[in-house]
Nanobody, 115 residues
Framework: QVQLVESGGGLVQPGESLRLSCAAS????????MGWYRQPPGKQREWVAK????????TYAASVKGRFTISRDNAKNTVYLQMNSLKREDTAVYYC????????WGQGTQVAISS
């Protein structure tokens, strides 16, 4: 069965960086595009970034473009989200996503930006 486990969240100050990881299992990771989403407090879940199977194509939401970088390591079945120049509005629970027949989500990892 598909499992996605996020890690790497935490509390940081504005301008700092965090790197999120998502370890995937239960499917052939290298043959599926992967994505990151986030859900800010009191708001709906929103798409953040997507990466193709090989990692050669990445797309980003306008709000994070130029600050966040999605990458993957198919040998480790892991997708990453490098988040730089963090802002208070980046505060959210971040989720890893894989569409394997249907949408699959991890449990999420909390990211809080506060001074």
């Amino acid at each position: 069965q598909v499992q996605l486990v996020e890690s790497g969240g935490g509390l940081v100050q504005p301008g700092e960086s965090l790197r999120l990881s998502c370890a995937a299992s239960g499917f052939t990771f290298s043959t599926y595009a992967m994505g990151w989403y986030r859900q800010p407090p009191g708001k709906q879940r929103e798409w953040v970034a997507k990466i193709s199977t090989s990692g050669g194509l990445t797309t980003y939401a306008a709000s994070v473009k130029g600050r966040f970088t999605i990458s993957r390591d198919n040998a480790k079945n892991t997708v990453y989200l490098q988040m730089n120049s963090l802002k208070r509005e980046d505060t959210a629970v971040y989720y890893c996503n894989a569409f394997v027949g249907t949408d699959h989500w991890g449990q999420g990892t909390q990211v809080a930006i506060s001074s």
